[in-house]
């Protein structure tokens, strides 16, 4: 029994470093807005971009963000952000610690920061905040292509 268990173990702890290594992309709304207003698949484009596996993540304070869009605004951005929310079920939604008043854009920076990884974004302004904290940035160029900014 003891062998089965050691195997079994070192399964898991390989299983463990593989999540370790794949690298976590942190996802803002505007940026799951892009297939339905630039009809471009944005995980088959992150997967050429990168080149490598990735953790599409979504905070819970994005995901609340969406939902209020989707009931509460235009009928075209309701319907955009309908389509955005189903397509944050292929992310992993993570809960997040925020101040009543603190701002999505510094959940999002302070969140990046803590895990060292990339966020992607179209929102020009949280774009500078990352790129002033070296925080590496994915968005979308000429309405055609995703880019990084950054060293990932």
Not at 19 to 25: A, S, Y
Not at 76 to 105: F, N, W, Y
Not at 108 to 137: F, G, H, M, Q, Y
Request: hydrophobic content about 40%; proline content about 4%.
């Amino acid at each position: 029994m003891a062998p089965y268990r050691l195997r079994n173990t070192k399964v898991e702890n390989d299983l463990r470093s593989l999540e370790e290594l794949t690298l976590k992309i942190l996802l803002d709304s505007n940026f799951l807005l892009i297939p339905s207003q630039f009809n471009l698949d944005i995980f088959e484009e992150l997967s050429n971009l990168l080149n490598q596996q990735f953790d599409p993540v979504l905070l819970s304070i994005t995901q609340q963000e969406l939902l209020t869009m989707a009931r509460k605004g235009a009928p075209k951005m309701r319907r955009q952000a309908s389509l955005a929310l189903r397509l944050a079920q292929k992310c992993r939604i993570v809960e997040t610690e925020h101040g009543e008043e603190e701002p999505h854009d510094d959940v999002l920076v302070r969140t990046a920061e803590r895990w060292k990884c990339a966020v992607a974004t179209n929102d020009r302004a949280l774009r500078r905040k990352l790129r002033s904290k070296n925080i590496p940035v994915i968005f979308l160029r000429a309405k055609t292509r995703l880019a990084l900014d950054g060293l990932l």
